[in-house]
């Protein structure tokens, strides 16, 4: 089972937050600055009818016959009209002194001639906006200076700033939304390119080792080299163990079998009782040491063969017929027979070495079992499924240990006596699941076992 990773939070998610956070920031500036803005732009207004309507309460005022008339005009007052029905004030000074109009509205400090002071303040009790001029008049010989101070209340410029701060929180709650919906297509859009080279990593076969040709991103490409770089290690590993496997298989059993040859040589010539099975025991040793010597390396053989499953388009019954051409001149030293049934031809997609292999052992556990003078049946059938079947009239399989025999170095206690590794049966189970099958131990009802390899 491959271990799963430490997780620490989603670089995804963070992009995101990241992202939205910063939305959200933009459209509140977005909000406060649109809503500013326009409270500029309409006090503005407002300041401009008041400066208009000031004016041409100045332009109505005359000197005539050294007496002061303000003949305030009907337009100073109607342009400063709002829907909310807002309030003016006014108040006309001649020199400093009070005339006409609201006495508790007072002049702004420090205005100059020509220029207009602007001001907000309160007048009973309401918060107006206010604007104060002076005009100096000169007639028959008399000069006298005359100062309009008008204000107005802010109704209006309340709602209308209302309306525009509704219109600007939704335009900022727009852009908020639009925002972080970019923010989710973004994130997608950056990350699928990892999660496409994850998808390529993923349906890759174990045997696939190739570096990534595909073109990434910038940022990815020292994701890819670490990969490509450590694939190119694998596989020079990989290749250093199939080598050294197939060196060691060679280095073990050649001098095994050089030893076995020689004591076998020195088993004729020998004539004392003691000597003679010294020398069997020491034959079986090397034949028990040799077997199992084989049988480990090439369960070594198989679990890098299985892990880097290499395909070819095979018949089985040629396969196996030639394994049993092979392992005849065996069964006929042990006065047993080979048969060989099924379907005429059974093409197949695997691995040639893997399936002999596993074919060999099961045979090899049904000839040294099987009774002389009878028949190892070999089946290979496509019903129901592809399947190779292997059967002896021996004693069979304990029942009570038949569901451990497929393990490593498992053996029945039938099998006390008889050479071997417990690693037949392994192997051909590793075999059948390399290629998505199983094997299946059973005890067939006339007798003997019965080994199926299911493909």
Known sequence: MVPSPTVSGSLRNRLVLALIGGAAVLAILLFFTVRSYAAKVAQQGQDNILVASVASILDAAALREGALEVDIPYAAFSMLSTPSDDR?????????????????LQLSDGPEEEQWTFHTGEVRGERIRQVSARRTLVGLGKQTEIAV??????????DTLDQISRNAAYLGLGFFLLTAA???????????QLNRLTMSVTRRGPQDLSPFKKPVPKEMAPLVLSLNSLMGRLDQSLSQSEDFIAEAAHRVRTPLATVRSYAETTLHRVERKENREALRAMVRAIDESSRAAGQLLDH?????????????????VDLTRELVQRLTP????????????????????GDPILIQNAVRNMIDNALKYAPADSTVEIDVDTTPGIQITVSDSGPGFPPDEIDMLTRRFERGQNATGTIGSGLGLTIAQDVATA???????????????CVILSL
């Open 182 to 192: 970019l923010s989710f297509w973004v994130a997608s859009t950056t990350f699928g």
């Open 149 to 158: 101070a008008l204000g107005q209340t802010q109704d209006a410029l309340s």
């Open 88 to 104: 003016v004030f006014y108040a006309v000074f001649q020199d400093g002194a009070f005339m006409s109009g609201y006495d508790d």
């Open 300 to 316: 070594a053989m198989i679990t890098f063969r299985a892990d880097h499953l290499e395909r070819e388009e095979i018949d089985l």
């Open 330 to 349: 065996i069964a006929e030293m042990r006065e047993l027979s080979l048969s060989l049934t099924g379907e005429p031809s059974v093409p197949y997609s």
């Open 435 to 449: 290629h998505g099958g199983s094997l299946v131990l059973t005890n067939q009802q006339k007798g003997g076992a």
